[in-house]
C-alpha cells in the first residue's frame, strides 16, 4: 500500500471539490479554481470533508498513480486555500530585474536585457531589485516558472553571481592560485 496514497486530505472550511462521472476532480476555493482527471487505475471518494483515494489493482503502476494522485490533489487543495510562493535572490554587481506590465525585465551583465513572459496563471512582484517573489494556485506551474527564471543564471561557485533560490547554498570554490 502506498504510504502517501492512504493518507487522507482534511478539506479546509472554504474549499469545495466536486468528482465527476468522467473522472475529473474540479477543486474550488477563495484563491480560485483547479481540476485535474484522475487515471483509471486510481478512484476517489468524498467523505465529512476528508477526500480518500483507493487504486483498482496492485501493480506496479497502480500503486505509483495512487501516492501521485494524493499529492496532486492535496497540491490543488493547499493552492486553491492558500496559494503556493517562491523567492528568487540575484546576487552580482549590476545584476537587477524589474516587471514590465507582463514582463519580467533582467540585466544580467549579458549585452541585452533578458526578458521572461510571465504566464497569466503567476504573480511576480520584485522588490530591492533583486529580491522576485512567484505567486500563484498551482505549484507545478509556480515551481516551473522560477526554474525558468533561474536557467538564465544559475549561481556559479567561483564568485556566487546569479540567480538563486532564497535560502540556497552555493558551494564555494577556491580560483587558480598563482606559483
Not at 500500500?1 to 492512504?6: L, N, V
Not at 533578458?114 to 505549484?139: H, R, Y
Amino acid at each position: 500500500m502506498s504510504r502517501i496514497g492512504k493518507k487522507e486530505i482534511t478539506l479546509p472550511e472554504k474549499v469545495k471539490v466536486e468528482l465527476g462521472d468522467d473522472r475529473r476532480i474540479q477543486v474550488e476555493g477563495p484563491k480560485g479554481k483547479l481540476e485535474w482527471t484522475l487515471p483509471k487505475l486510481v478512484s476517489a471518494k468524498i467523505e465529512d470533508k476528508t477526500l480518500t483515494f483507493e487504486r483498482t489493482g496492485d501493480s506496479r503502476s497502480a500503486r505509483a498513480l495512487h501516492g501521485l494522485s494524493r499529492a496532486l490533489v492535496a497540491n490543488m487543495v493547499t493552492g486553491v486555500s492558500a496559494g503556493f510562493k517562491l523567492d528568487l535572490e540575484i546576487q552580482g554587481v549590476g545584476f537587477k530585474a524589474a516587471v514590465q506590465g507582463d514582463k519580467l525585465n533582467l540585466s544580467l551583465g549579458y549585452s541585452h536585457p533578458v526578458l521572461f513572459s510571465i504566464p497569466k496563471e503567476v504573480k511576480v512582484t520584485v522588490t530591492d531589485n533583486t529580491k522576485i517573489a512567484i505567486e500563484g494556485i498551482d505549484k507545478q506551474i509556480v515551481g516551473q516558472c522560477a526554474a525558468n527564471i533561474r536557467a538564465y543564471y544559475p549561481p556559479e561557485p567561483y564568485k556566487g553571481k546569479g540567480i538563486r533560490f532564497a535560502g540556497e547554498q552555493v558551494r564555494r570554490k577556491e580560483g587558480k592560485t598563482v606559483q
